[in-house]
């Protein structure tokens, strides 16, 4: 069941429902064709350190398992030619979500306790088609499974949802301070680490490997959903989004996505090479062709090219993982980026979990070969990463997907914010030069705090 209402902007939409628990806005900022808002989810599956929990209820069964069951309970045909999520499992998977998969030893200090994973089923999804300026409520009815009382539930979650958009909601915006901005790392120890991962280069152990550094903060108030609109103000992304569960909550201004499927097509685009982006128009043009020309940043794209390939390649088609965009240009707001897209058509036998299963998290935050060099990233960095770079999306109950990689990203608990940076460390890299690649990369979010 669905209906069309009045188009208006989606982020004031969703300031009423952002201090909810589960409340989740796939916002593209006005950077990309769709915004979501996906509220009030009637099951949650959660886990940390291998234990799992479903609404609550502890489950022995490896949580993707749990969550391919659930999400499988719910089949629905979406309706054609609308935006493409009206209905699913959606939330996210931290990085440390790793750990569950592979067999990877870590004694990083755990600082902000995110969950691993934290997905919430959506019976109610408000989509807006930016480029058209239209929106639509949908309503499948679930959980319920007898036709006539599922007709109910989502006709009463439909008027229930129509009546609280049409009543005018003022958001009071908070004004946004924090105190002093701290690093796990100091210049000098961040560029010993990128010199200790380039003896593993020379010593065989690994080509590339993504190193970063952890920012933190103290909020002077709870203001995430503030802070969330400061920063897709300061620095609009195509996959920004805003999560909040519990005393969590996930501000994002990713310019990158991990996985995309749609009818067994599959795609993502890696981003690897970075310039800072300048004021002045000749430079910033300069600056652009220095990136596009730099055999040190093609050289890291391309190893997490063939990294992407080769995990794409366990669970697509024979002969159809392609590179159509191998090192293309993309400029944001504070920097350029390499970006490239690979694709591949799934086996008829694997879903989207699969899918996620044999490719996360995504190389171009980890290095290559994967496994090694997130073992390298355990032994460099002195805490977990938390929800950077893991990955924040959709499962549609229609079987497709869409995740972001969480980059640029703040996550926030209770009054304490982290935000995070990396590099690829290759042979020739200038250890100095990629220490202020990492202080390019967070210059918008610290602006947001300051």
């Known amino acids: 069941m669905f209906q069309e209402i009045i188009y208006s902007d989606p982020s004031e939409i969703f300031s009423q429902f952002a201090g909810e628990d589960g409340a989740l806005f796939l916002d593209s900022a006005g950077c990309a064709r769709y915004s979501f808002i996906a509220v009030s989810p009637f099951s949650v599956i959660t886990s940390k350190n291998e234990a799992v929990f479903l609404d609550g209820k502890k489950i022995d069964a490896h949580p993707l398992a749990v969550l391919e069951t659930e999400w499988k309970k719910f089949p629905l045909v979406f309706e054609k030619e609308l935006p493409p999520f009206q ?11 790793c750990h569950q998969l592979e067999e990877i030893k870590s004694q990083q200090k755990d600082e902000m ?13 408000i989509a807006f088609d930016l480029e058209k300026k239209r929106a639509w409520i949908f309503s499948s009815g679930y959980p319920e499974q007898d036709f006539n009382q599922r007709e109910l539930r989502a006709k009463k979650r439909l008027e229930f949802f129509l009546e609280k958009i049409k009543n005018k909601f003022q958001y009071d915006s908070k004004k946004i301070a924090a105190e ?14 990128v010199e200790k991962v380039k003896n593993y280069i020379r010593d065989g152990d690994i080509f590339e490997a993504n190193i970063s550094q952890c920012f933190s903060a103290e909020l002077q108030n709870n203001s995430s959903f503030d802070l969330y609109q400061q920063l897709r103000k300061i620095n609009p992304a195509p996959f920004s989004a805003f999560f909040k569960w519990n005393e969590f909550a996930i501000a994002s201004a990713s310019p990158e996505r991990f996985l995309k499927l749609t009818h067994h097509e599959v795609e993502a ?32 794209n391309v190893m997490i090219v ?22 293309g240009l993309e400029s944001y707001t ?5 970006v490239s897209v690979v694709t591949g058509k799934l086996k008829n036998h694997f879903n989207g979990i699969d899918l996620l299963r044999a490719t996360f998290p995504g190389g171009s935050i980890t290095g290559a070969p994967k496994i090694r060099a997130m073992e390298i990233i355990s032994e460099m960095e002195p805490t977990r990463r ?16 869409d995740f972001s990689i969480l980059i640029r990203t703040f996550g926030i608990k209770n009054n304490r914010v982290t935000f995070q940076a990396g590099g690829a460390v290759v042979l020739d890299s200038d250890s100095l030069q990629e220490y202020e690649e990492t202080l390019t990369k967070v210059k918008k979010l610290a602006e947001c705090l300051t």
């Open 87 to 97: 209905g699913g499992a959606a939330g996210f998977f931290s990085y440390d979500f």
């Open 269 to 300: 685009r890696p981003i690897k090479g970075t310039r800072a982006r300048d004021k002045n128009l000749e430079k910033d043009k300069m600056l652009a062709r220095e990136l596009l020309q730099s055999e040190k940043d093609r050289a890291e």
């Open 180 to 193: 002093k901005i701290h690093s796990n790392f100091s210049s000098e120890g961040y560029q010993a680490a």
């Open 334 to 338: 504070s920097v350029h980026h390499l």
């Open 386 to 401: 938390g929800i950077y770079c893991g990955s924040l999306g959709y499962f549609g109950f229609n079987g497709d997907l």
């Open 113 to 125: 306790n995110f969950p691993d994973m934290v997905m919430g089923l959506y019976d109610v999804v």
């Open 306 to 327: 063939d990294l992407l390939r080769n995990d794409l390649s366990r669970v697509c088609e024979p002969h159809s993982v392609k590179v159509p965009v191998l090192c």
